[in-house]
């Protein structure tokens, strides 16, 4: 059983890392993981591998290699210096396409993290946080792994369906899930319009 706090939360679709870490009285750490991490296969493929390394006293033992495949959620203000090191090349050893993808979905949030404030504390998305746009209650599942949510959006209730995705952030499916909406960066396109040489993928939909 993980008792440590989760110092480190990495998010894709179709999977995700989590690091909880100790810091000892001489502010030394070790590392424990768990989840599942998306890895690169000759240059086109993303294959999931199920994470299960010991306890660790080094990062790199514990963070997959190719981590800037994937969504910063959390990282813990002391450890932010090791991703911000190694960011430049990360993104380097990308191959072309993948670079092109990168710039435009997920090296803002990257930014985004090596140039914020830390905050007091660090919160989940299934515990109240400041500047939240709309709170979704579980309704029920659907039978088939996923779940339906209700919410007020701009004053009208509306209902979601989450897919099984979920449970690569969390154990079970919360009772409540607090979100936030922000403004789309500037000639970032909602609607992914993959590249001639990337082949789209449909992961899930919702059951009718």
Known sequence: ???????????????????????????????????????????????????????????????PSHWIIFYPRLVHPELRSWFRERYDAAVASLPPHRQTSHDQYRHHKWRALFDSTPPDRWSSADEPFAGHDAVLTLLRPDGHEGNWYHGYVTGLR?????CPALFCYFAQAPEKIYVRADPLPVGVNPIWEPPDNEEPRRFVEAPP
């Open 158 to 162: 509306m209902e979601c369906w989450l």
């Open 1 to 63: 059983m993980i008792t440590d706090p989760c110092v480190i939360r990495l998010l894709a679709e179709g999977g995700a890392i989590e690091v909880y870490g100790h810091r000892a009285s001489g502010g030394s750490w070790t590392f424990v993981v768990r989840g599942t991490a998306l890895d690169l296969e000759d240059d086109r493929n993303e294959v999931i591998h199920v994470s299960g390394v010991p306890r660790a006293t080094d990062l790199s033992d514990v963070v």
